[in-house]
């Protein structure tokens, strides 16, 4: 059942479920639907309406360069899915690892407890089958550049697969609208979570609604299914002692980590072909191709987990002659705010004048055409949408896209600031920033990727050395807000246990990438999902018994 608005339940402010989840995202849908069927009911709570928007209540601050907090955020049903990317990536098991030479790392669980929910999870994202090799998901491809097949320290073996991308509020809107026991209650903003005096409990959370109604809703459980940034918010401004619901160890908005991505030096490929372009797996899925570090070359050489791709070159940099990018560039102001930084995410580009880009333009008009057609059918009409355009610079040469894994750094961190929202909500500020050694981990990450791509004789990787040092320091950080509430074995270390309970409030759940102790390289959508699909298990048993 899905209600419009908290309003519906107006002339009956207080309501009892066995389970409550606070937020309609990926994580909250996931879960929700999950418990779909079981013997108890469920309240399915977000804040926003069944249209996705930016929310003002997520104004705040930040630390350059990180965007404030508004961007790649979205409220309604559905979350954040409204406007993501749609990348689907796993985690690799030595992300699960206690690595002496990256610190604050290690999960409590193993890496199977999170792998073996990946393909329900894969389903969920509209993902095809949890296979990332090249070789069994494009059997009979070539390697990634002729004569480059990797090697001990590269890994040129994996891909990256793409959603449709899956709108979980559009996607799963009707599977939930048809529950018998689940009830979806939209408009309806959580303010505070009561804990029950005297006893290791939560007993009620207080929600307003779009008519500034206030609701309690008491449950047997909580799951609080909310971003990484909005979560250590809630844990902070609920606990009237000041320290943050689940903060016995000081972890509590601390460890904030964001992936950290830039598009810096040049591989020159001395052989054709190249796989640049997306390509479609053996079951219908669209993919890219990987450069990533092998298990034992991370381990050797203190590598963060990292990953390359081939990229497209600077769209502000009218020198790549190419009119579908120097159209893009001109349209830029017609881009979501969050992805218009994309356009100058070489950090050393410098934007060409206009009149030059006008000249791209107009010198390939049919082709710029045929672009159009291929972007309304395959971007725009197509169920399975083409992630993104990609067109190959006019040298032959390839800038190279990273995307970083970062230190769980306790500075790092999201607080409360002074001022309030409309709400009575306090507004947060974000501190972030790349560390010296993340930034001299992923120079070595070059270099290794340089020496092995000269040795193979298939192609070199051109960039110079101080220069790139600078540039990986000015990287921006990537729109997933990980580890503020993480997971660990003891309170001391962590916020939740290994089942994603709150330490001092057992029947307080998160279900969110902010309970990641470590970020990986990959996309957090994917693991997000399947630790949902996890954490039913464990409520169903709990709950069910």
């Known amino acids: 059942m899905i209600l419009e608005s908290g309003n519906d339940h107006a002339a009956d402010p207080a309501r009892e479920a066995r389970v409550c989840i606070i937020g309609a995202g990926a994580a909250g849908i996931s879960l929700a639907c999950e418990l779909d069927g079981c013997g108890f009911d469920v309240l399915l709570i977000e804040a926003g309406g069944p249209a996705n928007r930016v929310g003002e209540f997520y104004e705040g601050s ?47 669980i193993p890496y199977e407890e999170i792998a073996r929910f990946y393909p329900a999870a894969m389903e969920y994202c509209d993902a095809g089958r949890l296979d990332f090799l090249t070789r069994t998901s494009l059997p009979g491809a070539g390697a990634i550049i002729r004569g480059f097949e990797g090697d001990e320290v590269v890994d040129a073996a994996h891909i990256e697969r793409y959603s449709l991308p899956t709108d979980f509020g559009k996607r799963y809107r009707h599977r939930l609208h048809e529950s018998a026991n689940v009830t979806v209650m939209l408009g309806m903003r959580c303010l505070k979570l009561n804990r029950t005096a005297g006893e290791d409990r939560l007993e009620s959370a207080e929600f307003i609604d779009q008519s500034g109604r206030l609701h309690i809703i008491r449950a047997t459980v909580f799951v609080l299914a909310a971003g990484g940034i909005e979560v250590p918010r809630l844990l902070l401004a609920s606990d009237s002692a000041g320290g943050g619901f689940g903060n016995l160890g000081d972890c ?28 479609r797996t053996s079951d219908g899925i669209y993919c890219r191709r990987q450069l990533r570090f092998t298990p034992t070359a991370q381990r050797a050489h203190h590598l963060l987990n990292t990953v390359f791709r081939l990229h497209f070159p600077s769209y502000s940099d009218a020198s790549h002659g190419s009119a579908v990018m120097s159209a893009i560039y001109l349209a830029k102001f017609s881009l979501l705010q969050e992805y218009r930084a994309i356009l100058q995410q070489q950090t050393h580009a410098i934007a060409s004048p206009l009149s030059q880009h006008a000249g791209n333009v107009l010198r390939d008009l049919p082709g710029l055409a045929r672009f159009a057609g291929e972007w309304l059918f395959r971007m725009r009409l197509a169920k399975r949408k083409l992630p993104y355009t990609l067109v190959p610079n006019a040298d032959g ?12 750094d306790p500075s790092n961190r999201i607080t409360l600031r002074e001022d309030r929202d409309r709400h009575g909500m306090p507004r947060v500020h974000i501190a972030w920033r790349v560390g010296e050694q993340d930034a001299q981990a992923v120079l070595r990450a070059f270099r290794l990727l340089r020496e092995s791509l000269e040795h193979s004789g298939a192609a070199q990787l051109l960039f110079d050395d101080e220069q790139l040092a600078e540039q990986i320091a000015r990287s921006i950080p990537l729109g997933h807000h990980m580890g503020t509430a993480r997971m660990a074995a003891s309170p001391g270390s962590g916020v939740v246990d290994g089942n994603c309970a709150v330490f001092g409030l057992p029947n307080l759940y998160i279900a969110s990438s902010a309970v990641f102790p470590t970020c990986s390289h990959a996309n957090p959508t994917l693991t997000i999902v399947a630790l949902a699909v996890r954490l039913a298990e464990h409520l169903r048993s709990r709950l069910e018994s």
């Open 397 to 408: 040469s390839f800038p190279l896209e990273f995307n970083a894994e970062q230190t769980p």
């Open 252 to 279: 509590l908005g601390r460890f904030y980590m964001c992936h950290f991505e830039n598009t810096l030096g040049r591989i020159v490929p001395h052989n054709k072909p190249v796989a640049f372009r997306f390509e």
């Open 62 to 108: 930040a630390t350059p360069p990180h965007p404030e907090p508004r961007q790649f955020r979205r409220v309604g049903f559905g979350g954040t899915t409204a406007v993501w990317g749609g990348r689907c990536v796993p985690f690799d098991p030595i992300d699960f690892e206690r690595r002496d030479y990256v610190a604050n790392t290690g999960w409590p």
